[in-house]
């Protein structure tokens, strides 16, 4: 990368930190984690969902994702979600790429096959942070292009310990 480009991608990180602080304890918290998590990382769409290790998902927002999606991932997949059951099974924060959880069962089955398949996404990877008790709010960056390429999942892990803190931020204000 040149040298200009990586000035501008570093000046458009800090930003995206100085609002994400900015916001801990607001109600624009999460849109504003999303846009640091999202900042340099290529991505076509947003889900944020909270995993509970004892309770049923709940959909937190979305960009670029229907309504008419999130309904049916409620509805028809949330069962099969391979994030929620990895949440319900490690409960650890983490980066956590749908690569590392998708066996070749998961890929024929009902959340990959059928609902990644139906939103036109072709790759996932989640970002859980500890949301309280058994709880967890993940945010999802999702391509529709190709899939995360392994230096933006390092990036990622690089920067977790930041969203974490800032996630931690936001629940005790």
């Not at 340099?40 to 959909?59: C, G, K, N």
């Not at 390092?154 to 920067?159: H, K, V």
Request: glycine share 6%; with cysteine.
């Amino acid at each position: 990368m040149d040298q200009r480009k990586e000035l501008m991608r570093d000046e458009a990180i800090w930003q995206a930190l100085a609002r994400a602080i900015a916001a801990a304890g607001t109600p624009d918290h999460v849109d504003r984690l999303i846009d640091l998590i999202g900042a340099d990382i290529a991505h076509d769409l947003v889900t944020v969902t909270r995993y509970s290790a004892t309770r049923a998902p709940e959909f937190v927002k979305h960009r670029r994702f229907s309504d008419a999606l999130v309904r049916r991932y409620l509805e028809n997949y949330a069962v099969f979600d391979p994030f929620y059951a990895f949440w319900r099974r490690e409960r650890r924060s983490g980066i956590v790429p749908l690569r590392s959880l998708a066996d070749d069962e998961a890929k024929r089955g009902q959340y990959i096959a059928g609902f990644l398949a139906q939103a036109e996404i072709v790759d996932e990877v989640g970002i859980l942070l500890e949301d309280g008790g058994d709880w967890c709010i993940g945010i999802f960056l999702d391509s529709t292009q190709r899939p995360f390429r392994d230096r933006e999942i390092a990036l990622l892990g690089e920067r977790l310990p930041v969203f974490s803190a800032l996630h931690a931020l936001d629940l005790r204000a």
